[in-house]
């Protein structure tokens, strides 16, 4: 069955420092990894994602994620990090197989909150 | 480009109450979703629409129902409502079921049973 954890429900960082938001997943196949960000009382926005190819990913506000196949992770990370990066991340998976028992349904960590300080 | 919308934002009903949750999205995307949002658990999956005139559950379709009334818009329903359906609800859309498209979400629905 696919998962994926986050395993760590806050991450702090001061307001200019390097910050990594961490996920690792669980699939059969090949993973599909995505990494979304929700500001309070708004919806969920993309990010990026990981689909084939390069191991680093880059995406949206100065995000880039990471995909190690052989420790199964996606970290999240910005090299200078700003106060409006304060937010809640989730990391999401889908197992690559195709055939008509594959619904695309994406499965959704539990999100970290990451707390940029000035 | 409104992207995807969600109506009403809040809402309070009381248990046994009935109410339908309206999403719609202007992208012209082929597949949409609902699913709720609880502390610490992540988003799950309610329903899916994976093209006009296709629905299937997801993974807690238990007291809800959906329709998917044309391309652009896809209902969800409260029949009865309990106060374990209190939680915050967010319909998706993607351009398909293609496994590398990305989800787009609204704003969501704040919603209290009580």
């Known amino acids: 069955a696919q998962s994926v954890a986050q395993p760590e429900d806050q991450v702090n960082v001061a307001e200019g420092n390097p910050l990594t938001v961490k996920c690792t997943y669980s699939?059969?196949?090949?993973?599909?990894l995505f990494w979304y960000v929700q500001y309070p009382n708004r919806g969920l926005q993309f990010l990026l994602k990981?689909?084939?190819?390069?191991?680093l990913v880059k995406g949206s506000y100065g995000f880039e994620a990471e995909f190690n196949k052989s420790q199964t992770s996606f970290h999240l990370k910005k090299p200078s990090a700003l106060v409006s990066d304060s937010a809640l991340y989730f990391c999401?998976?889908?197992?690559?197989?195709?055939?008509?028992?594959?619904?695309?349904?994406?499965?959704f960590g539990q999100g970290t909150t990451l707390q940029v300080k000035p | 480009n409104a992207g995807v919308t969600q109506t009403p934002k809040f809402q309070v009903l009381k248990t046994g109450q009935s109410m339908t949750l309206q999403c719609a999205q202007d992208m012209n995307h082929n597949s949409m979703y609902w699913y709720r949002q609880d502390p610490g658990m992540g988003l799950r999956l309610i329903y899916y629409s994976a093209s006009e005139g296709t629905t299937d559950k997801g993974e807690v379709p238990n007291g809800y129902n959906v329709s998917r009334l044309n391309k652009r818009e896809f209902s969800l329903r409260l029949e009865s409502a309990a106060p374990s359906q209190t939680s915050v609800y967010f319909c998706?859309?993607?351009?398909?079921?293609?496994?590398?498209?990305?989800?787009?979400f609204g704003p969501g629905t704040r919603l209290t049973v009580t």
């Open positions: 699939v059969s196949g090949n993973p599909y």
């Open positions: 998706a859309s993607s351009v398909g079921q293609v496994l590398s498209y990305e989800q787009y």
């Open positions: 990981y689909i084939t190819g390069d191991n």
């Open positions: 999401a998976v889908r197992d690559s197989r195709g055939g008509s028992s594959n619904t695309g349904k994406l499965i």
